[in-house]
C-alpha cells in the first residue's frame, strides 16, 4: 500500500558500503518499533536490527559491529548503514514498522555484494 518505501540498494563489492532508508507515509510513524529484516534466495526471512522507541537496539550476531540502524523523526524515515558488507549479506532487505497494533512492511530493496 506504499505506507513504506525502501531505497538505497545496489551492487557492492566485498567490504564496500551502503546506506538503506526506509520513508514512512504520515500514516505511520516512524518513532514506533522499527525494525529491518532480510530475505536470501531459498531462506527464511530473518531479523536483521530492531529499534525500540526508546533507542534500544538488538542486532543480528552476524552483522554486529558492521551494520547501524538509525532514524530521522522529522523526515519521518529509518536507515540501516552497512559497512563491511560480505556476500553472505545478500538479500531483500525489508523494513518494518509496527504501529497503532498492525505491522507495516516495505516493498524490500535488493543488496547484493559481490566477492
Known amino acids: 500500500q506504499g505506507h513504506l518505501v525502501e531505497s538505497g540498494g545496489g551492487l557492492v563489492q566485498t567490504g564496500g558500503s551502503l546506506r538503506l532508508s526506509c520513508e514512512a507515509s504520515?500514516?505511520?510513524?516512524?518513532?514506533?518499533?522499527v525494525a529491518w529484516h532480510r530475505q536470501a534466495p531459498g531462506k527464511e526471512r530473518e531479523l536483521v536490527v530492531r529499534?525500540?522507541?526508546?533507542?534500544?537496539?538488538d542486532y543480528l550476531d552476524s552483522v554486529k559491529g558492521r551494520f547501524t540502524i538509525s532514524r530521522n523523526i522529522a523526515k519521518n524515515s529509518a536507515y540501516l548503514q552497512m559497512n563491511d558488507l560480505k556476500p553472505e549479506d545478500t538479500a531483500t532487505y525489508y523494513c518494518?514498522?509496527?504501529?497503532?497494533?498492525?505491522?507495516?512492511w516495505g516493498q524490500g530493496t535488493q543488496v547484493t555484494v559481490s566477492s
Open positions: 529499534l525500540t522507541p526508546g533507542g534500544s537496539t
Open positions: 518494518n514498522v509496527a504501529h497503532a497494533g498492525a505491522s507495516y
Open positions: 504520515r500514516r505511520i510513524s516512524i518513532v514506533n518499533h
